[in-house]
């Protein structure tokens, strides 16, 4: 049963469920195609991307001091791969300190897979998976350090907004008021807020920015949210309690961001 808000259209275009952790030692570039061999039937194909940057949330925002552009001399480059399933809606993302489970709404695709339905459990399994894969190569566990929820949502224009000085239609947070009357509507935006959990169970950021998409160059508003923290352990029962915490605080956040007339035009249920 579901306690969370649901809407029956949301705005939904991509999930991310992840784990990052320690590097894991003797992790090198022949594991990837021996991972990729053991879940191949369920994700036949594969991409080599750039790595992800570790994003760790500390309990308290803290100064980062620019570190000056530097050359680093490697025996190997540093690979992330993406292992697809046939219809490039669910992938894999591997890297010697991160696992990600993305499902992306595609063209033509179906409707988003509801988080206990679906997404959470494919992350259970792929992540066991992995686990097992990391034991019978004598790898070890990973230690576990983050996890982290991202849902990134779609608002198109002409879809609940046309123009810019919408936005307080939109969120209610976004006033869109000044002290004068020299500045015009904005013509593009681009803003980031983050919410400390209590506890220091982690951390929510949302992050909205002008886009346009690139698959049909459709004008739109990116909303994402991010939840990342710790989890109790390493024990895949304590990240998943985790992620049902981060995506708590996910859905949670996204309906207080946005306003009670875009959750109407998306169908809410509750």
């Known amino acids: 049963m579901r306690i969370l808000p649901d809407f029956d259209e949301p705005p939904v275009t991509e999930t991310a ?31 080599v991307q750039p790595l992800l940057v570790s994003e760790v949330e500390r309990p308290a ?10 050359v680093e001399l490697v025996s190997r480059p540093p690979v992330r791969c993406w292992f697809l399933n046939e219809s490039n809606t669910e992938l894999i993302q591997v890297q010697q300190d991160r696992f990600v489970h993305n499902w992306r709404k595609m063209v033509g ?9 679906h997404v959470r459990p494919a992350f259970e399994s792929d992540w066991q998976d992995f ?6 190569r004598d790898l070890g566990l990973p230690e576990v350090r983050q996890c982290e929820v991202i849902y990134v949502n779609h608002l198109d224009r002409g879809k609940g907004w046309d123009t ?9 947070c976004w006033a869109g008021a000044a002290s004068g009357n020299f500045l015009p509507s904005p013509e593009s935006i681009l803003f980031n807020v983050s919410y400390l959990m209590p506890e220091s169970q982690g ?11 690139p698959v049909d160059a459709k004008e739109t508003l990116q909303l994402t949210l991010t939840a990342r923290g710790r989890p109790g352990s390493g024990e895949t029962s304590d990240i998943l309690k985790w992620l049902d915490l981060g995506r708590e605080w996910v859905v949670r956040g996204f309906t207080d961001f946005t306003s009670e007339r875009m959750h109407q035009l998306w169908k809410r249920k509750m």
Do not use: N
């Open 17 to 47: 469920l992840g784990v990052q952790f320690a590097p894991v030692e003797g992790w090198d570039i022949p594991h990837f195609g021996l991972f990729w061999h053991e879940i191949r039937s369920r994700y036949p194909r594969f991409e």
């Open 61 to 70: 925002l803290e100064f980062k001091q620019t570190q000056p552009p530097s």
């Open 109 to 117: 695709s179906g409707a988003y897979p509801h988080y206990e339905e």
């Open 131 to 136: 686990r097992d894969f990391l034991a019978s």
């Open 164 to 172: 810019f000085a919408d936005l307080p239609t939109l969120f209610p």
């Open 203 to 213: 951390r929510l950021r949302i992050a909205l920015v002008h886009a346009f998409r």
